[in-house]
């Protein structure tokens, strides 16, 4: 963390109360003037930070942004978030998390308040607006290429965990789709780098439509799209968001490394919106039309076709049709 985070932090955990220039100076190791600076570049960030000569700094009011200060005081995980890269734009978090995986320890997450370049699966364009959250979760977890569907399953879980602890109904469309009211609020792009036997990294990529007008989307997801700020008829904090999600996931990931991933998949199902459901899966290859019954031990879907024959869908693109 840089000096004006970790001002920021002590600022926040300090809950309005006065803070001294002297005290921040000393506990940080740097001069007077250097907190000052810092205090007069997070006021022209949109914090109000009143001041005192005597009794120092205290923290009025927070803009909403989600930079590694606001999200990481108060943040109850030990790994998820333990080192924060913020970004008020870039192309795509994914993008930089690749990029960085190399270098930083497991649980890094790479933020931002919008994406010029914002990437959806099956290379689709992913729209990524101000208001959103869209954030990577670099993950270093010692499995075979194999598993790394259920890493995926697990995002959608801790999301939609989430997403229900806002008091909103949010459900799973297979792989990782989350609804709410049959709508999408939330995509999850996974990306790996491995080898033939072992995952180096996974970049666990989500995005979720916060405080988004989806009115202003383009007409071919206007319909199908939602938002947290539609469904509850207000704007959410995303700090506090962000942060209860990266504890779900945090929450999830301990399970999975303690090899207890039937516990994420049974809530997996209970979420879930396809089984059950009529769907028209679209992979690289064809097109198969089925009953949704069930999800196997590596995320895969199980079809039962018209002519009763059971399919098995490692990736593809879901539909939920109507009943035939
Ligand atoms: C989907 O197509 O449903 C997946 C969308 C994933 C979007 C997120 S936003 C954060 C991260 N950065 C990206 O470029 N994509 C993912």
Same mark, same amino acid.
């Given at each position: 963390m840089n000096i004006k985070d970790k001002i920021l932090e002590k600022l926040i955990l300090s809950k309005g109360k006065r803070v001294s220039g002297e005290k921040l100076a000393h506990e940080l190791s740097v001069s007077r003037t250097a907190v000052w600076k810092q205090i007069k570049e997070l006021r022209e960030e949109g914090y109000m930070i009143d001041s005192s000569t005597n009794l120092g700094y205290s923290l009025v009011k927070t803009p909403d942004t989600l930079n590694p200060g606001n999200i990481k005081a108060g943040l109850k995980t030990s790994i998820i978030g333990k080192d924060i890269e913020y970004f008020k /734009?870039? /192309?795509s978090t994914n993008i930089i998390a690749r990029e960085m995986a190399g270098s930083v320890e497991e649980g890094t997450v790479v933020i931002a308040e *919008? &994406? #010029?370049g914002g990437r959806g699966r099956m290379g689709r364009k992913w729209l990524s607006p101000e208001g959103g959250i869209w954030l990577s979760i670099i993950l270093k977890p010692?499995? &075979?290429?194999?598993?790394?569907?259920r890493i995926t399953l697990m995002a959608g879980v801790s999301v939609a965990k989430t997403i229900q602890s806002f008091g909103l109904p949010a459900k799973i469309k297979w792989p990782n789709d989350v609804l709410i009211n049959g709508k999408k609020v939330c995509g999850i792009l996974t990306e790996i780098e491995a080898e033939i036997d072992m995952i180096d990294y996974c970049v666990v990529g989500i995005g979720i439509d916060a405080?988004?007008? #989806?009115? *202003?989307?383009?007409e071919e997801f206007r319909d199908s799209s939602t938002s947290l700020k539609k469904e509850l008829g207000h704007e959410i904090n995303r700090v506090d968001f962000v942060q209860k999600l990266m504890w779900e996931f945090e929450a999830l990931y301990l399970k999975f490394q303690k090899d207890d991933f039937p516990s994420i998949l049974e809530e997996w199902r209970n979420m879930s919106a396809t089984i059950g459901e009529w769907v028209k899966i679209t992979t690289q290859s064809r097109t198969i039309y089925g009953e949704a019954i069930g999800v196997d031990n590596e995320g895969a879907l199980i079809l039962e076709t018209g002519e009763g024959r059971l399919e098995k869908i490692v990736a593809g693109n879901c539909e939920h049709l109507r009943m035939p």
């Amino acid at each position: 963390m840089n000096i004006k985070d970790k001002i920021l932090e002590k600022l926040i955990l300090s809950k309005g109360k006065r803070v001294s220039g002297e005290k921040l100076a000393h506990e940080l190791s740097v001069s007077r003037t250097a907190v000052w600076k810092q205090i007069k570049e997070l006021r022209e960030e949109g914090y109000m930070i009143d001041s005192s000569t005597n009794l120092g700094y205290s923290l009025v009011k927070t803009p909403d942004t989600l930079n590694p200060g606001n999200i990481k005081a108060g943040l109850k995980t030990s790994i998820i978030g333990k080192d924060i890269e913020y970004f008020k /734009e870039t /192309e795509s978090t994914n993008i930089i998390a690749r990029e960085m995986a190399g270098s930083v320890e497991e649980g890094t997450v790479v933020i931002a308040e *919008s &994406q #010029t370049g914002g990437r959806g699966r099956m290379g689709r364009k992913w729209l990524s607006p101000e208001g959103g959250i869209w954030l990577s979760i670099i993950l270093k977890p010692r499995i &075979q290429p194999l598993y790394a569907p259920r890493i995926t399953l697990m995002a959608g879980v801790s999301v939609a965990k989430t997403i229900q602890s806002f008091g909103l109904p949010a459900k799973i469309k297979w792989p990782n789709d989350v609804l709410i009211n049959g709508k999408k609020v939330c995509g999850i792009l996974t990306e790996i780098e491995a080898e033939i036997d072992m995952i180096d990294y996974c970049v666990v990529g989500i995005g979720i439509d916060a405080n988004v007008d #989806t009115e *202003s989307f383009p007409e071919e997801f206007r319909d199908s799209s939602t938002s947290l700020k539609k469904e509850l008829g207000h704007e959410i904090n995303r700090v506090d968001f962000v942060q209860k999600l990266m504890w779900e996931f945090e929450a999830l990931y301990l399970k999975f490394q303690k090899d207890d991933f039937p516990s994420i998949l049974e809530e997996w199902r209970n979420m879930s919106a396809t089984i059950g459901e009529w769907v028209k899966i679209t992979t690289q290859s064809r097109t198969i039309y089925g009953e949704a019954i069930g999800v196997d031990n590596e995320g895969a879907l199980i079809l039962e076709t018209g002519e009763g024959r059971l399919e098995k869908i490692v990736a593809g693109n879901c539909e939920h049709l109507r009943m035939p």
